[in-house]
């Protein structure tokens, strides 16, 4: 709305002040201009009743006084003259107003009368005669008589309202004038005000390049030039802390611990792929529907709790799918007030693992080679003895020392296997696969074992490209070490399924069953050497070395891709792996 911009304030602000003083300017005008023409009138007729009352009492004759008379008056006056001798004359008049003025009048009216009283104080006298407004003036001369001279207020308001209305109409054009120049003034110096001010609407929206044109050189000038260096500075500062934002974001991003930037309501506002991955696995933990809005991890929120409580740094533990996770949670402050807190997650299971490996590499090998060892010793010397009176008791224990032989080759094998992939001296010999035929021909190999186990074996494929490189005896070894696991570790009746996908970039393949499950603190380990599940929940023809996993985790990174695993006790596992379509 126009009055409520500063254009229209200055100029309501300027015209009212002119208004103002002009309304007081033309009444004090109107006042004076009033009694002024009234003074006049009555100064004009003073002068003239004297210099007739001083022709009168020069003797001049009566016919000379007055043609005098009628050469000295105005002629909208009368002139009334009193001789000493009592006789009187009375001048012509244009006023019409006048004309009841005549030796009747003057001779029987109480206000001539009056008039004649008033003679010796040479005073004007206002009259109202018919409705009009008369003033008259007498002059007395020294041998009696005297001189009277009336006027009608008619002319002389006339002459008033004349004067009233030149007053009013030179006001009325002083307001236009003043309410243009108000206007036109108040655009000149508010315009550079807008351009500011639109200005300043850009710099909100983050254009910081922004400048005002400077077109004077007063202190609205000057402001537009500090208006343009505060535009630059804060273009400077805005680029320095996005350059800063983008430096700490990287090195956040780059981190192997995880971070969590939160608020006091728990809102997450920082959060980088470690800590995201964390967040993950503790939801899949604890929320079977992952269609379920993500929440924070309980022990996070209590760490959140006590440091803005306490004010201070809190350290916590916790455990995610088998995981071990350390978090220090530190407070943030504004000025004196926690808005929120840093937690670092790091991962210990590696170095717990590394450790517990330290511990039971030596008792998992002896335990290993100590069996079979056993076994073709026993069996030896019960052959030595002569124990084994048949052939056949013979070739039996021949049979089975034979089989211990190949175990413990198989094993050893495993080991030296194993030893160069992690060594780095695996060697693959990459082909172009066809993978959806691939795949099929993989678990169509394990129909019959799940048919003789009772398990329900199903395929869903997704492949949208259908040629692969990689090794595929490698990768065809790490498939069927994942399917012969799910159905070993199935009980009759159970299911598994197998989701395979392929597209432009990578490989993905999920092997899931309804088995018993790996235990919450053993998943951490599933992909170590010499790795079991829990012997009591096994059946011994289920057993095996415990080093195929291990082997298909250096498969599928020696392929530069990744394995991981997920599990519930009693509910079931899945493995995923997932390599690259294409290598360089």
């Not at 008033?160 to 236009?176: E, V």
């Not at 190949?406 to 094993?411: C, K, P, Q, Y």
């Not at 019959?448 to 070894?477: C, F, K, W, Y």
């Not at 010499?530 to 096994?538: E, G, M, P, T």
């Amino acid at each position: 709305m126009f009055w409520k911009s500063v254009v229209g304030k200055l100029s309501l602000t300027i015209l009212l002040l002119v208004s103002f003083v002009l309304c007081v300017l033309m009444f004090f005008l109107m006042q004076f201009f009033e009694t002024y023409h009234i003074q006049e009138a009555e100064n004009d007729m003073t002068q003239m009743s004297e210099k007739i009352s001083s022709l009168v009492e020069s003797d001049y004759d009566t016919g000379f006084i007055e043609e005098a008379t009628e050469m000295l008056r105005d002629p909208a006056s009368r002139v009334v003259v009193y001789y000493a001798d009592g006789e009187q004359w009375i001048s012509d008049t244009e006023d019409t107003d006048l004309n009841f003025i005549d030796e009747a009048w003057m001779q029987n009216n109480p206000d001539a009368a009056d008039l004649m009283e008033q003679v010796s104080t040479q005073s004007s006298q206002g009259l109202i005669v018919n409705d009009n407004e008369i003033i008259s003036v007498g002059s007395p001369m020294e041998n009696g008589g005297g001189v009277f001279v009336f006027k009608s207020l008619d002319m002389i308001n006339e002459t008033r309202d004349q004067t009233t209305k030149l007053i009013l109409l030179s006001g009325g054009i002083a307001i236009l004038l003043t309410t243009f120049f108000a206007v036109f003034l108040s655009s000149r110096v508010t315009a550079p005000l807008i351009k500011m001010r639109e200005a300043a609407y850009n710099l909100t929206r983050g254009e910081f390049n922004t400048r005002v044109p400077v077109l004077t050189r007063d202190e609205i000038g000057d402001l537009a030039i500090e208006f343009n260096r505060m535009g630059n500075q804060l273009n400077y500062h805005i680029h320095a802390l996005r350059q800063e934002k983008e430096q700490l974001s990287s090195i956040v991003s780059s981190m192997a611990d995880g971070v969590f930037t939160l608020n006091r309501d728990g809102e997450i506002i920082v959060i980088n792929p470690p800590a995201k991955a964390y967040l993950d696995n503790w939801n899949y933990e604890h929320y079977q529907d992952q269609e379920k809005e993500r929440q924070l991890p309980t022990e996070l929120s209590s760490a959140l709790n006590e440091v803005i409580a306490e004010e201070r740094a809190v350290l916590k533990e916790s455990v995610v799918q088998g995981r071990n996770y350390v978090m220090l949670v530190t407070p943030l402050y504004d000025e004196s007030h926690v808005r929120g807190c840093v937690a670092v997650i790091r991962d210990m299971t590696e170095e717990r693992r590394l450790d517990k490996l330290r511990k039971d590499f030596i008792a998992n090998v002896s335990h290993e080679l100590r069996t079979p060892i056993s076994m073709l010793q026993g069996y030896s010397e019960a052959i030595v003895d002569d124990i084994a009176e048949t052939k056949e008791d013979k070739n039996e224990l021949a049979q089975i020392i034979y089989d211990e032989s190949l175990r413990m080759g198989r094993l050893v094998n495993e080991l030296l296997d194993l030893a160069r992939m992690e060594a780095g001296q695996i060697q693959l010999h990459k082909d172009s696969v066809a993978v959806q035929a691939f795949v099929e021909r993989i678990v169509h190999k394990f129909q019959g074992l799940a048919q003789e186990n009772e398990i329900e074996l199903s395929l869903t494929m997704d492949m949208h490209e259908q040629i692969g490189e990689m090794d595929p005896d490698r990768v065809e070894q790490v498939l069927t070490n994942l399917i012969d696991n799910a159905i070993r570790h199935s009980e009759k009746g159970g299911k598994v399924e197998i989701y395979a996908l392929s597209n432009s970039d990578f490989f993905h393949v999920e092997v899931k069953d309804n088995g018993s499950g790996i235990p919450e603190e053993d998943l951490p380990f599933v992909f170590e050497r010499f790795y079991k599940a829990d012997k009591s929940r096994v059946k011994k023809e289920k057993q095996g070395t415990g080093l195929g996993l291990a082997i298909a985790r250096n498969i599928i990174e020696a392929h530069q891709g990744k394995i991981q695993v997920r599990s519930k006790l009693d509910i079931g596992t899945t493995f995923s792996f997932e390599i690259p379509m294409k290598h360089s």
